[in-house]
């Protein structure tokens, strides 16, 4: 058996060395960025299932709030079915009759945001109630001068 041998040889098999261990690195590097990529993602996942249950709770509040606010006023009905909790034991009849009732917006077309705004304005209009701010003012006056906004952020 001949073994290959010298100078030529020795340097080749240095190369094909550093070529593995480059190749190595590389591997190292890209697995490594995969997994900060997988954790930045669960992070922006995780976030935004916070921030949707966030506006589900802020949605429920609103809609509390809209039930009692109504109530104070003898509304009896709600504006649309959906500006005020539904009652567990609603029947399946009461279900039909509010679904055929829901025609300016279909509530399953609107996203919890969208519903959030629009009762948040409403209740803002029709109660001058902000419900970040827990407050019913006097008047628009009251309102516009003494609560920072519409929205949740304008009271971070």
């Known amino acids: 058996m001949s073994r290959k041998s010298g100078i030529g040889h020795e340097a080749s098999l240095k190369r094909k060395a550093e070529e593995k261990l480059e190749s190595y690195r590389k591997k190292i590097h890209m697995r490594n960025q995969a997994e900060e990529k997988a954790a930045e993602q669960f992070?922006?996942?995780?976030?935004?299932?916070?921030?949707?249950?966030?506006?589900?709770?802020?949605?429920?509040?609103?809609?509390?709030?809209?039930q009692q606010l109504d109530a104070q006023k003898n509304i009896q009905v709600p504006r649309e079915a959906w500006y005020w909790l539904r009652l567990e034991e609603e029947t399946e009849e009461d279900e039909e009759e509010k679904e055929q009732d829901e025609d300016e917006y279909k509530s399953e077309d609107l996203s919890v945001l969208e519903k959030l705004q629009i009762l948040t304005s409403y209740l803002r209009e029709e109660h001058l109630y902000c419900i970040?701010?827990?407050?019913?003012?006097?008047?628009?006056?009251?309102?516009?001068?003494?609560?920072?906004?519409?929205?949740?952020?304008?009271?971070?």
């Open 43 to 66: 992070r922006m996942r995780l976030k935004n299932k916070q921030d949707e249950m966030k506006l589900e709770g802020d949605l429920r509040r609103s809609q509390r709030a809209c």
């Open 132 to 156: 970040w701010c827990g407050t019913a003012y006097e008047d628009k006056e009251d309102l516009s001068s003494n609560c920072p906004g519409p929205t949740s952020a304008d009271h971070d």
